[in-house]
């Protein structure tokens, strides 16, 4: 079996996973609701989200690790310190165990371990905001992207608070326009705005 890489501060992944031999992990609308609730609770201290989808089998988050101190963070004595791979598992078992209580389930929900990879080029993580996004659509879900409910896409573009990366979001993209049109053109030319440079994003030279 192929290690995968420790999730280590400051660095930004695309983290991602399915049902467990493809079986649904949503099976229906409040179920979504109810694992960004969850994802809220578990991961909002050690993760910075700048996008996500949601669909029937499998998820998609873009996320950057927290590097402040967080070991007085955690309100459970029991827990010296938070990080972000306990707290990612803890998000996905305590998601697992409501789902087979509330579907008289047993077992795992998900594949395991979750997958992530790190997003390391500016052209990387230009890309797969949009590849998130678009997701629902490539996947048959709606016929256009902007129909798909259980996405970050209308919480970034939305005026109402929100736990997302938002305004990160349009200065990478230079503006909230540049943002729409780069999803909206389809043949995955750069963005024409120059980008920050992706030391701003990651604090890393």
């Given at each position: 079996?192929?290690?995968l890489?420790a999730?280590?501060p400051?660095?930004?992944?695309?983290i991602?996973?399915?049902?467990?031999?493809?079986?649904?992990?949503?099976?229906?609308?409040?179920?979504y609701?109810?694992?960004?609730?969850k994802?809220?609770?578990?991961?909002s201290d050690?993760?910075e989200?700048?996008?996500?989808?949601?669909?029937?089998?499998?998820?998609?988050?873009?996320?950057?690790?927290?590097?402040?101190?967080?070991?007085?963070?955690?309100?459970?004595?029991?827990?010296?310190?938070?990080?972000?791979?306990?707290?990612?598992?803890?998000?996905?078992?305590?998601?697992?165990?409501?789902?087979n209580?509330?579907?008289?389930?047993?077992?795992?929900?998900?594949?395991?371990?979750?997958?992530?990879?790190?997003?390391?080029?500016?052209?990387?993580?230009?890309?797969i905001?949009r590849?998130?996004?678009?997701?629902?659509?490539?996947?048959?879900?709606?016929?256009?992207?902007r129909?798909w409910?259980f996405?970050?896409?209308?919480a970034?573009?939305s005026?109402?608070?929100?736990?997302?990366?938002?305004?990160q979001?349009f200065?990478?993209?230079?503006?909230?326009?540049?943002?729409?049109n780069?999803?909206?053109?389809?043949?995955?030319?750069p963005?024409?705005?120059a980008?920050p440079?992706?030391?701003?994003?990651?604090?890393?030279p």
């Amino acid at each position: 079996m192929r290690q995968l890489e420790a999730i280590e501060p400051g660095n930004i992944y695309h983290i991602y996973n399915c049902g467990i031999n493809g079986e649904p992990i949503f099976k229906e609308k409040r179920n979504y609701y109810y694992f960004l609730m969850k994802y809220q609770q578990y991961c909002s201290d050690v993760l910075e989200t700048f996008a996500y989808a949601l669909l029937n089998n499998h998820f998609h988050f873009l996320v950057k690790v927290k590097e402040k101190n967080l070991d007085k963070i955690s309100s459970d004595p029991a827990v010296k310190s938070l990080n972000a791979s306990r707290q990612l598992s803890h998000f996905f078992n305590a998601y697992a165990q409501a789902i087979n209580k509330s579907y008289h389930r047993h077992g795992k929900l998900f594949e395991s371990p979750f997958k992530r990879k790190q997003i390391k080029y500016d052209s990387y993580f230009t890309r797969i905001i949009r590849y998130i996004h678009l997701n629902p659509e490539n996947h048959g879900f709606v016929k256009d992207f902007r129909e798909w409910e259980f996405s970050s896409w209308h919480a970034i573009l939305s005026t109402q608070d929100t736990y997302l990366s938002r305004q990160q979001v349009f200065d990478w993209f230079g503006s909230r326009d540049h943002l729409i049109n780069y999803h909206l053109a389809r043949d995955k030319k750069p963005v024409e705005h120059a980008p920050p440079s992706f030391q701003s994003l990651t604090g890393k030279p």
